[in-house]
């Protein structure tokens, strides 16, 4: 395609002018910083400042690239910015050029908030139909909608009304998306507001990937969620981070608030994306000025494309609603600032989108400039994953989560999180260890290791490090699990047997054995006592594999049990006569456990 002179820049008198153009949403009159520095500068100048904004790619500025006349037509008639832009990759001796066509599509509301909530959606419906006509008509291959696309971002309201507009994966809206994709044999991303009805009708944010054919190929669940109103709406996802392979690459989907989070671009790339979809919907208050930051040193750090869709505009809600911020109760949540772009692996990127406007951006993108990065700058082999992997491993037990869980009173640095508990991230992380390596073809999910590259020692070297890392990984999560749990299980047996009087923790004798020699091993440690001055100073590194069998031994005989089983005089006959019926043997009870726990500071 050949690259058309700046066809993109206003002059100053059309765009800034105020009289017709009143939009407050502007920068300073125009639609785009690009249109702003464009109109403003001299053509000198602006080249060197764009070079400086926007960078190279292959030596040259992105290019912009002249589209079809249908695709232009359709632009004008419903009033969407359309921008094309292309970016090179170098010519290569033995692959051929991979270049595919992005299209991303930014989008306002169609109706106010207050109508029928089924007029709402199909009315988006009907306001994208054309922008993805546009699409189909510039021959764009791989298309991704903004999050929640069908239906106002009603979360900031907190109300729950929104959860209406929820639909399962193949629910209205990706039944609407799939005659297109069959239409356009187009790859079409459709963020939506998930309701899993085979799961106990469970709400996600899910991105359904639908494939050039119609077939649904797959989907992902946003990861992180940001603890603002979208947290009460729906779950933290749980797809990992799956990478799907389409006719035309290997794509994943970021959602939204990921974009914060390097390491779940990270594990897109690790799970071998080539572009990688950030489809959001955030104001100017929260990300604008890390919205160009963020994605562009996701693609150079990751050596890969990304596109990042922001939704456009203001939604007005009928019920005032506050944000949290001490200031006073609105109807909006802020102006929704469009600026919809590409980020390529070298480090350039496209101008965006207006920024009020609703639009569709495209690009030509060659997906070998990935590789090609990854050679020339190496940021893929030079990452020593080794080094962090322990330390991620310890950090998964969050501080934050100990303490909301209250099982520790003091944050002394290492110790703090290297102790105790929590199996939910654990869980979470097992999962996301289980997705690496695995991408899907058009829906079915395959093991990274049935295709692997064929021509390359190198990269199946690389790919076999990358097992191990992983493995290493997850064997580090399982091996703090087992030993937290032993240890809050001894921990547990302290407390009752402190608070029942009984002798400190002490290894239970075994289950009579069969085997005489294990037996008499066993009754030379019986009299060892486990105290809980041991239990304070063992962490997972300190502990041998011979204290780690006792400690297990001690979990496994010494029967956990409730308090009142555990009061000293209880024997069979009276056990019956200690439980506790009433205040006055409820207060006697609470005297003697007072008692115990006097006696045993004392001591
Ligand atoms: N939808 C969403 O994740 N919003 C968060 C906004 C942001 O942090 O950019």
């Not at 292959?58 to 359709?74: H, N, Q, T, W, Y």
């Not at 004008?76 to 033995?94: I, V, Y």
């Not at 692959?95 to 930014?106: A, C, N, S, T, Y």
């Not at 990935?370 to 020593?384: A, N, V, Y």
Request: hydrophobic share 35%.
């Amino acid at each position: 395609m050949a690259p058309v002179k700046d066809a993109f820049c206003p002059s100053l008198a059309t765009e800034n002018d105020s009289s017709s153009n009143s939009n407050d949403h502007s920068i300073c009159g125009f639609e785009s910083l690009h249109h702003l520095l464009c109109a403003s500068l001299s053509p000198q100048v602006f080249q060197e400042v764009k070079r400086l904004l926007w960078g190279l790619n292959c030596g040259r500025a992105v290019e912009p690239i002249s589209l079809s006349d249908p695709a232009k037509v359709l632009s004008s008639k419903h009033d969407f910015d359309l921008q094309a832009f292309c970016f090179n990759a170098d010519k290569e001796l033995l692959r051929e050029p991979r270049i595919v066509r992005v299209g991303l599509i930014q989008n306002s509301i169609a109706l106010p908030t207050t109508a029928p909530f089924l007029d709402q959606k199909r009315a988006i419906f009907q306001k994208v139909r054309p922008i993805i006509d546009a699409a189909g008509a510039a021959g764009v291959n791989v298309l991704c909608l903004q999050e929640a696309w069908i239906m106002p971002y009603g979360f900031c309201t907190l109300e729950k009304r929104w959860c209406e507009l929820a639909e399962p994966v193949d629910g209205e809206s990706t039944q609407f998306l799939q005659d297109l994709a069959r239409k356009y044999n187009m790859v079409i991303i459709s963020p939506i507001l998930e309701r899993d009805l085979k799961h106990g009708e469970t709400l996600w944010n899910t991105a359904v990937i639908i494939g050039n054919h119609g077939n649904i190929i797959g989907k992902h669940r946003k990861n992180h969620i940001p603890l603002i109103g979208e947290s009460t709406y729906y779950m933290e996802g749980n797809t990992g981070h799956p990478v799907f392979e389409t006719a035309y690459g290997k794509i994943a989907v970021n959602i939204c608030y990921g974009k914060h989070h390097p390491l779940n671009w990270l594990a897109f790339g690790l799970n071998g994306a080539e572009l990688v979809f950030n489809p959001s919907a955030t104001i100017r208050q929260f990300s604008e000025q890390m919205w160009h930051v963020e994605a562009r040193n996701a693609a150079i750090a990751n050596s890969y494309f990304v596109g990042s869709i922001n939704r456009v505009g203001n939604e007005v809600f009928p019920n005032p609603f506050t944000s949290g911020d001490g200031k006073p109760q609105h109807t909006d949540f802020g102006h929704f600032y469009g600026s919809s772009h590409f980020s390529a692996p070298d480090g350039s990127c496209t101008p965006s989108l207006s920024r009020y406007r609703d639009g569709l951006i495209i690009s030509d993108m060659d997906l070998n400039l990935c590789r090609q990065l990854k050679d020339k700058w190496g940021f893929r082999m030079t990452s020593r994953y080794e080094l962090y992997a322990e330390l991620l491993g310890r950090c998964s037990l969050s501080c934050i989560q100990l303490l909301r869980q209250g099982h520790i009173d003091r944050l002394d640095g290492d110790e703090s999180v290297a102790k105790p508990w929590n199996l939910r991230s654990r869980k979470a992380v097992s999962k996301a260890a289980v997705e690496i390596g695995r991408v899907s073809r058009n829906g079915e999910f395959q093991e990274s290791a049935a295709s692997p590259p064929t021509s390359s020692l190198r990269s199946a070297t690389v790919a076999n490090l990358k097992t191990l890392v992983v493995k290493v990984l997850a064997s580090s999560f399982h091996v703090t699990a087992f030993f937290n749990q032993i240890w809050c299980s001894l921990f547990k047996q302290y407390v009752i047997k402190k608070l029942s009087g009984s002798p400190l923790a002490q290894e239970q004798s075994e289950p009579e054995m069969k085997n005489p020699k294990l037996s008499r091993r066993v009754s030379k440690r019986q009299d060892k006592k486990i105290t809980v001055e041991h239990l304070e100073k063992m962490y997972q590194k300190n502990v041998s594999p011979l204290w780690m069998k006792r400690l297990m031994r001690v979990v496994q005989n010494g029967s956990l049990s409730t308090l009142d089983e555990e009061l000293p005089s209880s024997t069979d006959e009276d056990e019956a006569s200690l439980r506790i019926k009433d205040d006055k043997s409820g207060k006697a009870t609470a005297k003697k456990i007072f008692q115990n726990v006097v006696n045993a500071r004392s001591k």
